[in-house]
């Protein structure tokens, strides 16, 4: 819900927001859907790339193995490709 609350406020007049978010890409507390968010950044015309590590990279500081892809990098890499950024 945090991306949602950084989407809802305006850029400055002329300029387009970049969003870049650093996540693990597991979601457990989200009442915004992926889809509501896609939305929501179109709407405020946003690129949003995500930065992801790898199972590899995060797995020794893990407390539990995260898939190296799950439902949430598939929701993240959605939200990406239809605002024009990357994952």
């Known amino acids: 819900d945090t991306a949602a609350t950084v989407l809802a406020a305006p850029p400055p007049a ?3 927001h970049l969003l870049v978010m650093f996540t693990d890409g597991a979601d457990s507390t989200s009442i915004t859907t992926p889809r509501e968010l896609i939305a929501l950044a179109q709407r405020m015309n946003t690129t949003v790339s995500a930065v992801v590590p790898s199972a590899y990279v995060f797995a020794p500081f893990a407390r539990t193995q995260l898939p190296a ?3 949430g990098q598939a929701a993240l890499n959605a939200l990406a490709v239809e605002t024009g950024g990357s994952l």
């Open 69 to 71: 892809q799950g439902p």
């Open 14 to 16: 002329g300029r387009r």
